[in-house]
């Protein structure tokens, strides 16, 4: 795969040339989300971290088979009563469960969830029909069995159909995904720690 510039994602991921990158092979428009899913934490900036949630939008929106092309990014689809109808296979790859174990399922099997701010992340893409986004530290046992220690960057998006779509991508260390976080500073991103 080849790599992505930073230039060629900032490019892209500004409001004027935005829709050009529905033109690009499907291959190239999975590296433009998985690039801007890594570059996201690395933005100082607010702004430049909405332009690349919205360049992530559109490619999702546009087509969302592209996440069959992901080498590092889960991607799961639940429709609008939050029963998961799709996911890829990081998403299976990463969790160590089978398709079967989760599609028809409400999202709400991974207990994890119940009562977090992700669960409230979830809940207000689903309210406000916008774009969320977090950086999530992560130590906990899925229900799979599977221990997580690390880092995810997640980003939810609204889907036509009243869905949504949930992008994560998961790192050992921070410094893999994300510059340093205060969330106490202005315009910092959304910081959750999810212990069990």
Same mark, same amino acid.
């Given at each position: 795969?080849?790599?992505?510039?930073?230039?060629? @994602?900032i490019?892209? =991921?500004?409001?004027?040339?935005? $829709?050009?990158?529905?033109?690009?092979?499907?291959?190239?428009?999975?590296e433009?989300?998985?690039?801007?899913?890594? *570059?996201?934490?690395?933005?100082? =900036?607010?702004?430049?971290?909405?332009?690349l949630? =919205?360049? %992530?939008?559109?490619?999702?929106?546009?087509? !969302? =088979?592209?996440? /069959?092309?992901?080498?590092d990014?889960?991607?799961?689809?639940?429709n609008?009563?939050? %029963?998961v /109808?799709?996911?890829?296979?990081?998403?299976?790859?990463?969790?160590?469960?089978?398709?079967?174990?989760?599609?028809g399922?409400s999202?709400?099997?991974?207990?994890?969830?119940?009562g977090?701010?992700?669960?409230?992340l979830? *809940?207000? +893409?689903m $309210? /406000?029909?916008? +774009?969320?986004?977090?950086?999530?530290r992560?130590v906990?046992?899925?229900?799979s069995? /599977? &221990?997580?220690?690390?880092w995810?960057? @997640?980003?939810?998006? !609204?889907? $036509?159909d009243?869905g949504?779509?949930? @992008?994560?991508?998961?790192?050992?260390?921070?410094?893999?995904?994300?510059?340093?976080?205060? !969330?106490?500073? &202005?315009?910092? !991103?959304?910081?959750?720690?999810?212990?069990?």
């Amino acid at each position: 795969m080849a790599t992505i510039k930073r230039s060629e @994602l900032i490019h892209f =991921s500004k409001a004027a040339s935005r $829709e050009d990158v529905l033109h690009l092979a499907p291959s190239r428009r999975a590296e433009l989300v998985e690039s801007a899913l890594t *570059s996201l934490y690395r933005m100082t =900036s607010q702004a430049d971290r909405d332009d690349l949630l =919205s360049l %992530v939008q559109t490619i999702m929106r546009d087509d !969302p =088979s592209v996440s /069959t092309l992901f080498t590092d990014t889960a991607y799961a689809v639940c429709n609008r009563h939050l %029963v998961v /109808t799709f996911v890829n296979d990081i998403f299976l790859n990463r969790s160590h469960v089978e398709s079967k174990d989760l599609i028809g399922r409400s999202l709400y099997f991974e207990r994890a969830y119940e009562g977090t701010q992700i669960e409230q992340l979830y *809940s207000m +893409v689903m $309210e /406000t029909r916008m +774009v969320a986004d977090a950086l999530v530290r992560y130590v906990a046992t899925a229900s799979s069995g /599977t &221990p997580f220690d690390g880092w995810f960057v @997640l980003v939810v998006i !609204p889907l $036509e159909d009243g869905g949504i779509g949930i @992008l994560s991508r998961y790192a050992k260390k921070r410094e893999e995904i994300a510059e340093e976080v205060n !969330p106490d500073l &202005p315009g910092a !991103p959304r910081y959750i720690v999810l212990n069990a």
